[in-house]
């Protein structure tokens, strides 16, 4: 009698547990059916999402909506509807269904009032269903105008797409002026150009660490060539490594206490990691060519870097203990500047194709190269945080400037003005 | 043993209720009943749902932009020169190179032998090297082919008897040209080339 109650009970036991179970996973589907995607901008085939955004009313009102708008417009997932086909009358009480008409599937309404700040309460409406998908109240100074035109921008594009936007982003670069050369940060759309103040007779391409409070980069000041950090927080400059010779910085590792560099320290351009305090550097590679340009895969697990062993420069991937290596890059004799997409599943680098420097992106295992520009000579290419834009160095405006395109080379264009020599730009990692 | 199985069909039925992630408050549609399959077989349980009811959004979250201002950096170590050059004594040509190479041509073997035995006569002068490229490529890259060029022609120096500790180099990669009046190879080909300095200590005041 006890051995079959025993057994009963277990019986229950595998029900209850099986039936937990089933709950749980049901719980799950639900949880992954549950937000609504406008736009599957990871689908090849998908079609832009027709969008009318009218002009915000109140103060700075247009401005506003002009940033969102354009915000939107760069990423070519969105089709802007053209504010002279609206028919809605703004004295009109407001309806979503309304714009169906001219083709809209999202209006964006806003109002701006100004008080201490500006404050700004946006509406984004499905005209479809007819109703109201998202709505918030912004608060911002005045000054900070566009940062808060980029956050409404983010918070309509992750409700359409269920992905996070890139318009808070910002990009360090180089840029000269009468004092030589400096470290400059600007917004991704290539407002809010700011000094720093950092100088060198020579600065290169400025790194972000993984979580954007702090640059690594390299300068030359003096006839020496170190590596410098900049702190964020306390906005103050460091020297991480100098020795005789060449020294020029790669990338952080991503856990961001250490770096990865190229050096003559020993006779010839090798790749080495040490810390940030300066200590246990470690050898990557000892040959007698030229080892630069080193950058970690995201996962931090590869190491592509620039060599010229094979008798021209080329791009090859390691592991990150300098074993396993491999070229990567087959075609023209002179491939450099390597940079990983943020998922690891690309490399962006630049290669000379003809006469000129042109962008190129291949997979890390050597296949799908494929050519981005044609125009100009193009440098520096790296990639934006969410993978979908790049941003370069191009000379085919007949000067030196700071150009961004999305990753498939479509919309390519000059964010930096005409009076500034711009190049080695960096994205933000955030 | 069935307070067991009922407790735990509440707990699970409150579990899906509550565990909707907060994206669902924000459509502004009445709350369904959540009705499954499992409710309707066991009709003898009653499930009081744990949840609040989902009123009618009046989501207007508040949100306050901010940035943390960039203020101009300070370095903090300034390194003072310990070179500066000397241009009156004695001036060596520029060598130059192949593109994208950095062994000493033959045209460049008088050159460095001039500058040898100068460097042996002088046994006081120090000289800096220059590596230098043309702007074809990158800069990265090119200041590691500086460096090359550079280190080519320290070596050959050396190899003629000029002792390591007096040739400094540095690599100015294509940052320094020598020609800039065109993009044509007559003028790129002169700026892939190592340079010359003769070096006066600055001794302090």
Known sequence: ?430 | MKKIFVLVLILAFGFILTGCPPRKVVLPEPPKPVVTPEEIKEKAVEVKPEVKPQVRPEVKPEVKITEQPLVKAEPKEVEAPKYIEEKVVFKFEDIHFDFDKYDIRPDAKPTLKTAADWMLKNPAAKILIEGHCCEIGTNEYNLALGDRRAKAAKDYLIALGVTSGRIEMVSYGEERPFCTESKAEECLKKNRRAHFVILKEITNK
């Open chain 1, 1 to 430: 009698m006890k051995e079959k109650l025993k057994v009963k009970s277990l019986k229950f036991k595998v029900f209850i547990i099986s039936f937990c179970f089933s709950l749980l996973t049901s719980h799950f589907s639900l949880l992954t059916c549950e937000a609504k995607v406008y736009i599957d901008i990871s689908s090849p085939a998908f079609k832009k999402l027709p969008i009318a955004i009218p002009e915000f009313s109140g103060p700075s009102g247009k401005e506003i909506s002009n940033i969102i708008r354009d915000d939107l417009e760069f990423t070519g997932l969105f089709l802007n509807i053209d504010r002279s086909a609206y028919i809605e009358n703004p004295s009109q009480s407001f309806n979503p269904r309304n714009w169906s008409p001219i083709g809209a599937e999202a209006v964006v309404k806003g109002s701006v009032k100004e008080e201490r700040d500006l404050i700004v309460i946006v509406s984004l409406y499905d005209v479809f269903e007819g109703k109201e998908i998202l709505k918030k109240e912004y608060k911002a100074g005045r000054e900070l105008i566009r940062p808060l035109s980029h956050t409404i921008a983010n918070d309509i594009y992750k409700t359409l797409t269920g992905e996070t936007g890139i318009f808070r982003s910002r990009i360090a670069f180089v840029a000269e002026d009468e004092d030589g050369k400096g470290i400059y940060i600007m917004d991704w759309d290539g407002n809010r150009i700011t000094s720093i103040g950092l100088k060198g007779n020579i600065i290169l391409t400025p790194r972000w660490s993984r979580d954007g409070s702090k640059l690594i980069y390299s300068a030359e000041r003096n006839r020496q060539w170190s590596i410098y950090l900049l702190d964020f927080m306390s906005m103050t400059e460091r020297k991480v490594f100098s020795s005789k010779g060449t020294n020029i910085v790669g990338d952080f590792l991503p856990e961001g206490n250490d770096f990865i560099f190229s050096s003559t320290k020993d006779g010839n351009p090798d790749l080495y990691i040490m810390s940030l305090k300066g200590d246990n550097s470690i050898r990557l590679t000892s040959s007698h060519s030229i080892e630069v340009s080193p950058t970690v895969s995201p996962d931090g697990q590869c190491i592509a870097f620039v060599s010229d062993r094979g008798g021209s420069a080329q791009i090859y991937v390691m592991r990150r203990d300098g074993s396993d290596v491999r070229r990567i890059t087959f075609e023209g004799s002179y491939n450099t500047s390597p940079a990983w997409s943020p998922k690891g599943d690309r490399i962006v680098f630049s290669g000379r194709w003809g006469a000129t420097n042109q962008t190129f992106i291949i997979n890390p295992d050597g296949t799908g190269l494929t050519q981005l520009t044609t125009q100009g000579n193009n440098e520096d290419p790296s990639f934006s945080p969410d993978g979908r834009y790049i941003t370069f160095t191009s000379d085919r405006d007949g000067f030196k400037g700071i150009y961004i395109m999305r990753a498939n080379g479509e919309s390519q264009k000059r964010i930096t003005p005409k009076n500034l020599r711009a190049f080695g730009p960096r994205w933000s990692p955030m």
